[in-house]
C-alpha cells in the first residue's frame, strides 16, 4: 500500500474515505477473446467496404486475426480468397501475402481492390500465377472441358480487357447474348452501356450480326467481340459497317463494333480505353448479386487458375 501510495497510485476522494487503487484501463490485460466473436457485425448491404462479392467478411476481422497472429513481413495465405479481404488487410498491415482462388473474377476483384486503396502502383510487384501470359496458355484455359472453369476464359478475356471494370454476366443457359458488360460516361450525368461477348471456337460473320442485334435489343451504345481465333475478313467488315460512336467528353470516336482478339490482350497488351463509370457499376454488381440467389462462385479444380 506504501509503495502504491508512493507510485501516485492510490487516491482518496474525500479524507476519511476508503483510498482507491488508481487503475489505468490501457494496462489492464483485458479480457481473453473467446471461441465465439460477437462484436464483428457481418457486413450488412449498406456498409462502405462492400464488393459485391457474396462472401466478403469484413476487414475488422481479418484485423483481429492477422493481428493476433503474425507480425510485421511475415507471410499470410488464404488459399480461398474470394475478393481478397485477407490480403488487403495484410497489405495495410504491411505483412507479405499470398492469395488463391480458383475463379478469375476474384483476382480481377484484388486487383482492382488493391488499386482503389494503394493506387495503381500497389499492383506493380503483385507476382501472378495460373492466368494466361501468352496464347498457348490462354487456349488451355478455353479448352478447359470442366464444366465448372468453363466460365473462366470469358472472364478472364473480359476482366483483363476492361482492366477489371466489367461486371460478368453470372446467368447460367440463356445469356442472351451477353457475356459481360461495362458503363461508360457518356456526358454529364449520363452514361453508356458495352456489351462484351466472348468466343473461344470459330468465328464468322454471323456472330457479329448476332451482336449487332443484341446491342439494338439491349440498346447498347458499343459492343466487343473478343475472340480467341482471329476474325474473318467478312467478320471485320460487318463491324466496320456499323460505323463510330462519337463521345461526347473524351472528343473521339470509337468504333460501335470493335473486335478484338486474345492475342491484341496479351501481346499488345490492348485495353478498353474508355472513361468507365463506377458508380453504375457498383450498382450493377448489387443487381447481378440480387439476381443470383446462389453464391456466384463455384470451387473446386485441380489448379488455381
Ligand atoms: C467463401 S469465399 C472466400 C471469401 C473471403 N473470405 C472474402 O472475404 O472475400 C471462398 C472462395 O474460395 C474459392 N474457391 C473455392 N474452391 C477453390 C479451390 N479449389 N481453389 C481455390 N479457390 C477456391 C471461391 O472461388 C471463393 O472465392
Known amino acids: 500500500m506504501q509503495k502504491a501510495y508512493e507510485a501516485g497510485l492510490v487516491i482518496q476522494t474525500k479524507p476519511g474515505t476508503v483510498p482507491q487503487l488508481k ?4 494496462e ?7 471461441d ?20 466478403q467478411k469484413p476487414e475488422a476481422l481479418l484485423e483481429r486475426i492477422i493481428q493476433a497472429s503474425s507480425n510485421e513481413g511475415d507471410v499470410i ?9 485477407t490480403v488487403a488487410v495484410a497489405q495495410r498491415l504491411n505483412r507479405k501475402w499470398i492469395g488463391i482462388d480458383i475463379t478469375y473474377q476474384s483476382i480481377s476483384l484484388i486487383l482492382k481492390r488493391l488499386e482503389d486503396s494503394g493506387g495503381t502502383g500497389a499492383v506493380f510487384n503483385v507476382k501472378m500465377t495460373g492466368i494466361p501470359r501468352d496464347m498457348k496458355s490462354a487456349e488451355a484455359l ?15 478475356a473480359i476482366l483483363t480487357f476492361s482492366n477489371n471494370r ?8 440463356a445469356d442472351k447474348g451477353i457475356d459481360g458488360t461495362a458503363f461508360f460516361i457518356e456526358s454529364e450525368g449520363g452514361h453508356g452501356r458495352i456489351l462484351f461477348q466472348v468466343k473461344s471456337g470459330n468465328v464468322k460473320s454471323g456472330d457479329i450480326r448476332d451482336l449487332i442485334g443484341t446491342m439494338t435489343r439491349e440498346k447498347a451504345a458499343l459492343g466487343i ?15 466496320k459497317t456499323c460505323g463510330l460512336y462519337h463521345h ?11 473486335i478484338v482478339t486474345v492475342q491484341d490482350i496479351i501481346e499488345s497488351g490492348l485495353r478498353l480505353n474508355v472513361p468507365l463509370s463506377m458508380e453504375v457499376l457498383k450498382s450493377a454488381q448489387r443487381t447481378t448479386q440480387e439476381d443470383n440467389q446462389l453464391p456466384i462462385f463455384q470451387p473446386e479444380m485441380d489448379e488455381a487458375v
Request: aromatic share 8%; with cysteine; glycine share 8%.
Open 248 to 258: 461526347k467528353i473524351m472528343g473521339q470516336p470509337y468504333p460501335k463494333v470493335a
Open 77 to 85: 495465405l488464404d488459399a480461398y480468397c474470394g475478393c481478397g479481404t
Open 142 to 156: 478455353a479448352n478447359k472441358s470442366d464444366d465448372r472453369t468453363r466460365k473462366e476464359f470469358e472472364k478472364w
Open 28 to 34: 489492464q490485460e483485458g479480457v481473453c477473446l473467446g
Open 23 to 26: 487503475r489505468y484501463l490501457d
Open 166 to 173: 466489367a461486371v460478368i454476366n453470372q446467368k447460367k443457359g
Open 225 to 239: 467481340f473478343l475472340t480467341l481465333k482471329k476474325p474473318t475478313k467478312d467478320m471485320l467488315q460487318e463491324a
Open 36 to 55: 465465439s466473436w460477437t462484436d464483428i457485425p457481418p457486413l450488412n448491404s449498406q456498409a462502405k467496404e462492400r464488393l459485391g462479392y457474396p462472401t
